[in-house]
Structures are given as C-alpha cells and as structure tokens.
C-alpha cells in the first residue's frame, strides 16, 4: 500500500511540473504575440490613413479639372469618388487648387499624413500613448 501511495506522489509530481511547463509556454507565447499584433493593427491602421490621404487627392484633382478656381470640401470630395476609411479623420486645411494641404489620421493609427498642392504626401509620428509628464 505504501508503494502505490508512493507512486501516485511521483506520477503527480510529473504532472504538476508538466502543468508549470505548459503555463509557462503559454505565457512566453502571449508575451511574443500580443506587441507584434500590436504593431499590426497600428500599421494597419497608418496604411488606411495613407491610403484616404491618397483617395482624397485624386477625388480633389478630379473636381479641380472642371472647376480650378473653386474650394474643395468634404462634400465635394466624396462626390468625386472619395470613401472614408472607417476610423480615419481627413481635415482640409486649405481647399484651393494653388494651396491645397490636406492631413489623415487614423484613432488606431501612430502616423498622421499630409498632402500638398503637388500631391507629395508626408508623414509625422504621434506616440499613439500618451506619456504621463513629470
């Protein structure tokens, strides 16, 4: 009877340590997964961004070519072919063909884009947490 009792204090010995293995497995793994999907959904989320800066060019020099001394708006955009991403904040900072600067960003999204009367787009960086000042 003592042999068998001290069998099964072997056999859940191997057990508890496979559990501890399996836990820690489990917890190295999410620790590798979780920032790279992280870092997926923010590029995601600047790619969307990038991607509607550059719609609302085309659908601004779509409506420039019959009408140059007009002002583009947000209207004016989306019946020229423009769709908003969902997320994604397009402001026009100023709406003539001579001048026109417009920026995107994205809520998920570290990167805010601008664009200009030439169609050069550029991009800034904007920590997407915000650090506590001292």
Known sequence: MLIR?????????VSTLRLILII???VVLVAVAVPAFMMYWEWKANKAAKEDIQDAFIAAQTYFAEYPDKTVTYDILKTNGYRQSEGVTLTIL?????????????????LTYAVDESGGITSSFHPSVSMPQP
């Open 5 to 13: 009792f001290n069998e099964r204090r072997a056999q859940e010995g």
């Open 94 to 110: 100023n709406g003539t063909i001579g001048g026109l600067q417009m920026t995107s960003k994205h809520i998920d999204g570290n």
């Open 24 to 26: 820690v497995s489990v």
